[in-house]
């Protein structure tokens, strides 16, 4: 695929990298991806009770948007190219996910999701490491994996301090 072709909306993998269309948000473009995660995480969670079964589906999607940000990072003309949000997608996943084991509801998902953007866009130390020494579309996606990771973290300790 021509580098000058990114996004194609008819390759899925661009598709899905983009967050169907959230990624072309001029504006905030990360946060749209991230806020489609959200609706999606909260879908999902509805229809799928058994935290297992959460499990493999949230994984499932991880390993799908990973692909994508793969792909659609290689046909980009550019690294880390502001249209491909599947990683910010992945990252405030797997925040979800997590802070969905310890807590429910959507108060504390919307903690998460502050918490998650808060990280993405800062990039603390190991983020900005992974960001600034793996240019290519893994490292595009580990670093809001760590992002999401350390969401946690910080949303876990400030749980078991306020309850």
Known sequence: MEKNNFPNTKNIFHLIAIGFGSGLIRIAPGT??????????????????????????????????????????????????????????????????MVSMISDGIFFYLIGFALFRAFDIAKPWPISYVDQNLKNGFGVFLDDLIAGFLSFLVFFCFYLFLT
């Open 32 to 97: 749209w991806g991230s806020t489609l995660a959200l609706i999606l995480f909260i879908v999902a969670e509805a229809f799928i009770d058994d935290l297992l079964h959460l499990f493999f589906f949230i994984t499932s999607l991880l390993i799908i948007f990973l692909i994508s940000c793969i792909v659609a990072s290689r046909d980009a003309d550019i690294k880390d190219d502001s249209r491909i949000v599947s990683d910010e997608m992945g990252g405030m996943l797997l925040t979800l996910f």
